[in-house]
């Protein structure tokens, strides 16, 4: 990792003096790239870690979006700023980058969030050790050939594949590392955070830390909500890769004058849902990335059965139908095809119910009464809320994405803010007003 952060800091200054605009071209000509491979990338990630076809090339698009999108916000953000225009004082902001960035990857949206972390971290001048997720690492590494190829020098991005507990450990740790971007679990973001407060002796930085993490997403269902919408929404939001989004929903809360419809409707159409090798584009279920994650959703499905919940359906995937919040099924990510749901007796007690938890990352509300969006529209405590439609799929530029809680900490990917965390803006002040000459000066 010394030989690399060196090289990388070695190559930084000729990055930075390269200019926004040669910084923003070489995303954008990566972002071609992807572009015109696009069905290769998708079927790298189908191999990869078992997505359906179309979740894939949405991936894909992502990652072509956030390259797009940042080369032109850092355009914006560079662009140089006057302030306060007063006479014998010229006052101005100037952008520096920050120095070097460890990106720490998840495997689950492979491409497109190593892209957004990464490319946002370039194009602000910065240099990059990015470390893939074990589990998606030919992804990474295709990632990293295509913005070398595009553009970016060698030795200002280094590919460091390798265990989290170890690389990535380390390279959180680093003391050359000015910042980390982290998307994953939220076991592993609140040590980096931790690790993070406290430099090691002699290092005058405090690294700067983005860590996006996970979520207990809900989905309220209230009385007047179209049915036909409240149910592709849940089996959309809840089965889409095998629930293995952060934005996944994992409960369903339901009002008592809809409930046994939604019940019936919801377990009706997870048996329609087609499942088997996410090679075949007719699949909508397929297999989760790996077997601990398999291994981890039976520890949960013990738990449910020992808390004596009652099973609506399970064909891989598991529905359960719950009394009560105290459950853990109820309140830990279980990040698996486990969706529960819940009976509430009025939309006051459907908000509170969906807000009780740890995270505050998606959530969603099925209804047609202005009144109750108009309410969960500011009630709703998570960083991005959905009226009738599904709770996943944000869109860069569109709807910028990230949440609070214990979801995490940062400006939202994919929105106007996000590019200032990678950098360090320096105000800079100057009194026009001389006494004297300068000997030196010439005129
Ligand atoms: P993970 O935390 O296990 O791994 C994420 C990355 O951290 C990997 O590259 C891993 O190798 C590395 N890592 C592991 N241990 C480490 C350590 N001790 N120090 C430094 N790095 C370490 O998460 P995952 O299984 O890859 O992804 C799933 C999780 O990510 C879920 O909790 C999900 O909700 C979350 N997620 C959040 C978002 C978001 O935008 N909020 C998006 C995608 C995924």
Wanted: hydrophobic share 45%; glycine share 10%.
């Amino acid at each position: 990792l010394d030989t690399l952060a060196s090289a990388c800091s070695d190559a930084a200054g000729k990055w930075r003096e390269s200019g926004i605009e040669n910084r923003a071209r070489v995303l954008e000509r990566a972002a071609d790239n992807m572009a015109s491979r696009i069905y290769e990338l998708a079927a790298v990630q189908v191999r990869e870690v078992g997505k359906q076809w179309d979740q894939a090339y949405n991936d894909v698009c992502e990652a072509i979006d956030f390259l797009r999108y940042y080369a032109r916000e850092g355009r914006k953000l560079f662009a140089p700023v006057r302030l306060s225009p007063i006479r014998a004082e010229r006052n101005e902001q100037r952008i520096r980058p920050r120095g070097i960035y460890a990106v720490i990857a998840p495997w689950n949206f492979p491409l497109a969030i190593s892209c957004g972390m990464t490319s946002a971290a370039l194009v602000c001048g910065n240099g990059v050790l990015y470390k893939p997720a074990d589990e998606s690492e030919i992804t990474g590494r295709l990632m990293w050939e295509i913005l070398i190829e595009a553009g970016v020098p060698r030795n200002l991005l280094a590919l460091v594949p390798g265990p989290g507990e170890e690389i990535g450990a380390a390279l959180v740790a680093h003391p050359d590392i000015r910042g980390i971007a982290f998307t994953g679990s939220r076991e592993v973001g609140m040590g980096i955070i931790a690790s993070a407060a406290s430099p090691s002796p002699g290092s005058r930085h405090i690294k700067a830390v983005i860590a996006e993490m996970g979520g207990k997403n809900a989905i309220i269902v209230d009385e007047d909500a179209d049915m036909d919408v409240a149910v592709e929404a849940a089996i959309y939001s809840a089965f889409g890769f095998q629930g293995q989004k952060c934005s996944a929903a994992s409960r369903i809360i339901v009002m008592k004058e809809v409930f046994q419809e939604f019940r019936t409707r919801l377990v009706e159409a997870a048996r329609s849902l087609i499942i088997g090798d996410p090679l075949d584009p007719g699949t909508r279920l397929g297999p989760l990335v790996r077997g601990e994650a398999e291994e981890k959703l039976t520890r949960y499905l013990a738990i449910a059965w020992e808390e004596g919940e009652e099973l609506l359906y399970r064909h891989p995937m598991a529905i359960f139908q719950v009394e009560g919040m105290e459950q853990r099924i109820c309140r830990e990510e279980v990040f698996a095809p486990l969706l529960v749901i819940m009976l509430a007796d009025n939309f006051e007690r459907a908000l509170e119910m969906a807000n009780d938890v740890d995270y505050g990352l998606t959530a969603g509300l099925i209804s047609r009464n202005p009144a109750h969006i108009a309410r969960a529209a500011e009630e709703l405590d998570a960083g991005n809320i959905y009226i009738n439609r599904s709770i996943t799929g944000a869109l860069v530029g569109r709807q910028p994405f990230g949440g609070h809680k214990l979801s995490g900490i940062g400006a939202k990917a994919g929105g106007t803010d996000y590019l200032s965390q990678f950098i360090v803006p320096v105000s800079i002040s100057q009194n026009l007003v001389r006494r004297g000459f300068s000997p030196e000066f010439p005129g």
